[in-house]
């Protein structure tokens, strides 16, 4: 019984390693180097920030 | 890049424009078949749940035929919702967000469709099975285990189609959403496979059948529904009213915290079970941390939309994202009090449970989901929502049943479980007790069903195309612009 709890545990340790493995990758590769730019990047030119993009339908702005 | 602008064509903002739309058409077939799906089960879902609601306060309502029995149509109703609407309306917003993210056409344009069929298929199976008397009667697992193998190799190939975008992504920056969304399709598959393994095999028996169903169980909530819904939260909130995301520290710190701590936060389910207290406080202390994420989240997205809740008044798409945002916030500081075990003692096997399940898959996920849906349908499809009565119609039924059906089942559970821990209470006047609160959760059911109903026409004439034709890669008419031209039927 007991090698069943544990078995179960590890499994849960593993899903928490690959979570740490992810972390150390990011690090590496730089990811959290430049975050200013990263929260921008989901902007451009054709949608800056500053522009709203939803509205109801036949809703002007 | 701008002082390019006039010299060479195309603009800048052209080509972004144009890339987008390349993007968002790239995800038609796909995301649309996903979302088309999505809805449907939504529908078969809603029927089942009021089925199963009327039959808790009134017990004699359908029950001469066995296929409608609570105990089939209940679960019946959890596989339809998890697995029909939850998961098909999350792997449609996911690989369109990936696309997106990536700035990448979606690949794999005859297999992704088809996984949609495969897995519509795959679910219509379970729920007949379900209901045929085939369930496993192991709660939110209850499809019969031949199914695995077909979900697996849905996963497999938007697996696939998603490191394939990151692989020869155009965007040099990772956005927060990205983390979420590969969280979420890595640890799901490890999720059912081990969960499958564990729960269908002599591997396991007895109590430890129930730690693997728990484990599994929520984090199907807490590795799946949560980082696709937050994901969208992410992206949306941001998008929608033009400004980044207050702190982006936060939201790193956010994801990072969730990735470590939730998977832990399962066995909390068996407080009070015949389980080694250890493997319960493991629980315990993970449902506790949990905190930090979650504080982390709301106070992200509070500071986002400070300056910026008068847009909610003018946006759909942000009324259900923040509704949902914020019963994020709410159901995990619930979710984490209620691992206590001095609340668990009075919460569990009550219908508070049953109003906290709701409040995360529900008001958090489905809403944002929703939410997701109004934004993203429309750049697909190049057509606007027929019509904004409807959508009004849809969020305020879905927002007030939710909130009466939280509030009633909360009360009269934590009432439920403090009369059931007093042993001088016959447990005849307790079960008497909830039944107005019962009824108080039909008439929400109801309520939610016609804001259903009303997305589902409002879908199905976007579908159609009834509403306004949209030549743009947005719907947004700006003031001055010629007026989209109405393909008839559109208001």
Redesign the interface.
């Known amino acids: 019984?007991?090698a069943?709890?544990i078995a179960?545990?590890g499994?849960?340790a593993?899903?928490?390693a690959?979570?740490?493995a992810?972390?150390v990758w990011?690090i590496r590769r730089g990811?959290?180097d430049?975050?200013?730019?990263?929260?921008?990047?989901?902007?451009?030119?054709?949608?800056?920030?500053?522009?709203?993009?939803?509205?109801?339908?036949?809703?002007?702005? | 890049?701008?002082s390019h602008a006039e010299t060479i064509p195309p603009a800048?903002?052209?080509r972004?424009?144009l890339t987008?739309i390349q993007i968002d058409r790239s995800c038609r077939q796909t995301v649309v078949w996903y979302y088309a799906s999505a809805v449907f089960w939504l529908l078969v879902g809603t029927v089942l749940a009021l089925i199963a609601s009327i039959k808790m306060h009134t017990p004699g309502f359908l029950a001469d035929w066995e296929w409608l029995t609570f105990g089939r149509v209940r679960p019946a109703h959890l596989a339809a919702m998890i697995y029909g609407w939850g998961s098909m309306a999350g792997v449609g917003t996911l690989l369109w967000l990936q696309a997106?993210?990536t700035r990448n056409r979606l690949p794999l344009p005859t297999l992704l469709p088809a996984t949609a069929v495969i897995w519509n298929l795959t679910v219509t199976f379970g729920v007949i099975a379900i209901l045929a008397g085939y369930s496993t009667s192991i709660e939110w697992i209850e499809i019969p285990p031949a199914t695995a193998i077909l979900f697996g190799f849905c996963i497999a190939v938007i697996i696939a189609a998603s490191i394939r975008m990151f692989r020869s992504r155009e965007?040099?920056?990772?956005?927060?959403s990205q983390?979420y969304l590969?969280?979420a399709i890595?640890?799901f598959p490890?999720?059912y496979v081990?969960a499958q393994i564990?729960l269908h095999t002599p591997?396991?028996a007895g109590?430890?059948k129930a730690?693997?169903n728990w484990?599994f169980a929520h984090?199907v909530l807490g590795?799946w529904f949560t980082p696709i819904g937050l994901a969208t939260v992410y992206?949306l909130i941001?998008?929608?009213?033009?400004?980044?995301?207050h702190s982006?520290?936060l939201?790193?710190l956010g994801f990072?915290t969730l990735?470590?701590f939730y998977?832990?936060a399962g066995t909390h389910h068996l407080i009070g079970g015949p389980?080694?207290a250890w493997?319960i406080t493991?629980g315990i202390v993970g449902s506790v941390m949990m905190f930090v994420p979650v504080i982390t989240v709301a106070v992200n997205h509070h500071m986002t939309m400070v300056g910026n809740f008068h847009?909610l008044k003018?946006?759909?798409?942000?009324r259900f994202v923040v509704y949902g945002a914020m019963c994020y916030t709410a159901v995990s500081f619930q979710g984490s009090l209620q691992s206590l075990r001095s609340v668990n003692e009075i919460t569990h096997f009550t219908h508070y449970t049953i109003a906290h399940a709701h409040l995360g898959v529900y008001a958090f996920f489905t809403m944002v989901m929703f939410g997701a849906i109004?934004?993203v349908a429309p750049r697909l499809l190049n057509a606007?929502?027929?019509?904004?009565g409807w959508?009004?119609v849809h969020f305020w039924t879905t927002a007030a049943g939710m909130a009466i059906y939280w509030l009633g089942l909360t009360w009269a559970g934590w009432e439920q479980g403090r009369m059931m821990n007093d042993p001088r209470i016959p447990f005849l006047d307790i079960v008497k007790y909830t039944v107005p609160w019962l009824w108080s959760r039909s008439a929400a059911g109801v309520l939610m069903t016609v804001g259903h109903l009303a997305f589902a026409w409002l879908f199905w004439n976007m579908l159609r195309k009834r509403?306004?034709y949209l030549p743009g890669?947005?719907?947004?008419?700006?003031?001055g612009e010629p007026a989209a031209v109405a393909a008839g039927g559109?208001?």
């Open positions: 019984m007991a069943f709890y179960l545990w499994l849960a593993l899903l928490g690959t979570a740490i992810a972390l990011a990811e959290f430049r975050l200013r730019e990263a929260s921008l990047s989901i902007f451009d030119e054709e949608e800056p920030v500053g522009e709203v993009t939803d509205r109801f339908p036949g809703q002007r702005f | 890049m701008s800048p903002e052209e972004e424009r987008r997106r993210l965007s040099e920056h990772t956005y927060v983390w590969f969280g890595f640890w490890l999720l081990s564990f591997a396991a109590a430890v730690a693997a484990w984090n590795l992206y941001p998008k929608v009213i033009g400004r980044p995301v982006y520290h939201s790193l990072w990735a470590i998977n832990w389980l080694p493997l493991v847009h003018h946006s759909p798409t942000l109004y934004y606007e929502w027929h019509s904004a959508i009004r509403g306004a890669p947005t719907l947004l008419l700006r003031k559109g208001e």
